[in-house]
């Protein structure tokens, strides 16, 4: 098992918290909403999100409950190694507060599409742009 400095949130922790927000925003809820549906201050849902405190089973149980997602939800995609975790924090660290905004508003958008056929090609569509962007990046 690696390391970990004392005051640093555990990558499973932080990995969880993550997963527990990005749900919450796909339903579009607010903290404070999950934080009362589960007993807690929006403050604790902040910190369980963060990583900066671990979320008990029932506790997570109970926000499975309210997030309509089974409890094995939040450990799905969990990478086997600490550099793969350390990787997808350095991506979202280099992200400045805007485009971490529109990413989760996308992905609201696309989660609040319920017919899978639209989805699909909602990425098609995007994987043709980001096509074209590449090509035409690389005449310039």
Do not use: C
């Not at 749900?23 to 403050?43: C, H, K, P």
């Not at 008990?56 to 997030?67: F, K, W």
């Amino acid at each position: 098992m690696a390391e970990t400095k004392d005051d640093a949130p555990h990558p499973i922790d932080a990995y969880v918290g993550g997963r527990i927000r990005l749900r919450r925003v796909q339903l579009g809820m607010s903290q404070t909403a999950l934080a009362e549906r589960i007993g807690v201050s929006f403050q604790a849902v902040q910190k369980y999100e963060s990583g900066d405190i671990r979320i008990s089973a029932s506790r997570l149980y109970e926000a499975a409950q309210v997030l309509e997602a089974p409890p094995a939800y939040f450990f799905e995609g969990y990478p086997d190694s600490l550099a793969a975790a350390n990787l997808a924090q350095a991506t979202l660290d280099a992200m400045d507060a805007p485009q971490q905004r529109e990413i989760m508003s996308l992905i609201r958008g696309f989660y609040g599409i319920r017919d899978r056929h639209v989805q699909t090609e909602i990425l098609r569509l995007i994987a043709r742009l980001a096509q074209r962007a590449g090509a035409t990046e690389d005449a310039a």
